[in-house]
């Protein structure tokens, strides 16, 4: 996010217009933020224009992969908001390999996939854990589809439902007694808050309502379909030689990255961003993104030695450690450290 009153010059550069807020902050100027992570390091960040799509950034940073690294095959692993039908066809022209996420209600093959899985063969996704995956077919050669049913998943998702059934029953039932006491006759004003109502909370799920000789009457939509998406998530990939398991931990490391932007966020503070000029901007998300690095390299270290901190809570107890230099005798003793 950059501050509004030096956005202007930033603009002109085509670096920082405005664009998509995830913070809902639609008036501030932004850029868009790309961070590339291997085995839990991050090895390359991008800055891109704040207006671009995430999807448009693949070929990009790809490419820049290729040059920086010398990278022969890269197998890209990326949520839901990177999948385009140009992106997988990029990555299949070029030799790379990909392991992505299936949007869920978008991709009229899912129910397909979920049906299949439920007569399928699982497996845990690790030795003692509830979540387990099953490998059915793609539609087309060579493409492998992981359904993977996460435990936790399932019971959030439950219960986000079932709260929101409630919640939106109770709002219809509310306008229904309205329509009945003549407080609302209108047809287009009774349309319009009924439509209302069933946008929140993803109310055209789980309910429909009819209008006919003024009553006003809604029904609740079978859930099996629901219910048979709930707790699951997909996974394509067209590696011949991933297993069920490999994949789902592969893909399962995009966490890493919701991590680091956290991390960026709120830990290291990088934003608001305060320059006019946007080599200045540059140079202020490099520091940020080395802070990472240093932050990620202090996790593994205190994983290594088996300390129970996290990095804030290291850098906490860290806060208290000063270091002083004394003077006894004309001699300076650096730290402290005072010898007999």
């Known amino acids: 996010m950059i501050h509004q009153q030096n956005g202007q010059k930033l603009a002109e550069d085509g670096l920082a217009p405005f664009g998509y807020s995830r913070d809902r902050r639609g008036g501030n100027r932004q850029i868009l ?32 992969l290729e040059k920086r690294f010398g990278l022969r095959r890269v197998v890209f692993v990326g949520d839901r908001g990177m999948v385009s ?31 299949q899985a439920q007569a399928g063969c ?31 998943r399932l019971a959030y998702e439950q219960a986000m439902r079932e709260a929101a059934v409630s919640k939106i029953r109770e709002e219809l039932e509310k306008l229904a007694k309205r329509v009945e006491k003549g407080e ?66 592969a893909y399962k490391e995009l966490s890493q990255v919701e991590r680091a932007f956290r991390k960026l966020k709120d830990v290291l503070e990088m934003r608001p961003i305060y320059h006019h000029d946007p080599q200045r901007v540059q140079v202020h998300v490099f520091v940020a993104a080395l802070a990472f690095l240093l932050d990620r390299l202090l996790e593994k270290k205190l994983k290594l030695a088996k300390l129970p901190f996290s990095t804030e809570e290291a850098l906490t107890h860290l806060r208290t450690v000063h270091v002083v230099e004394a003077e006894v005798g004309g001699t300076k003793h650096p730290g402290g450290a005072l010898r007999k």
């Open 33 to 64: 933020l790309g961070v590339v992570m291997v085995n839990g390091w991050p090895i390359v960040h991008h800055v891109f224009r704040g207006n671009l799509k995430d999807g448009e950034t693949v070929q990009r940073v790809v490419e820049d």
């Open 85 to 115: 039908t140009a992106n997988l066809c990029f990555l299949w022209s070029q030799g790379h390999g990909f392991l992505v996420g299936l949007r869920r209600r978008r991709s009229p093959e899912v129910l397909e996939y979920l049906c």
């Open 122 to 152: 699982w497996q845990p996704c690790a030795p003692g854990s509830n979540d387990r995956v099953c490998e059915v077919p793609g539609r087309l050669p060579g493409q492998r589809i992981f359904v993977v049913e996460s435990a936790e």
């Open 184 to 249: 609302l006759r209108d047809p287009e004003k009774i349309g319009a808050a009924a439509g209302r109502i069933l946008s929140a909370h993803h109310g055209h799920r789980y309910f429909r309502w009819s209008l006919s000789s003024g009553r006003f009457e809604f029904s609740q939509e079978p859930l099996e379909e629901e219910k048979l998406l709930e707790g699951k998530y997909l996974i394509l990939t067209e590696e011949k030689h991933l297993s069920a398991v490999e994949a789902v931990g």
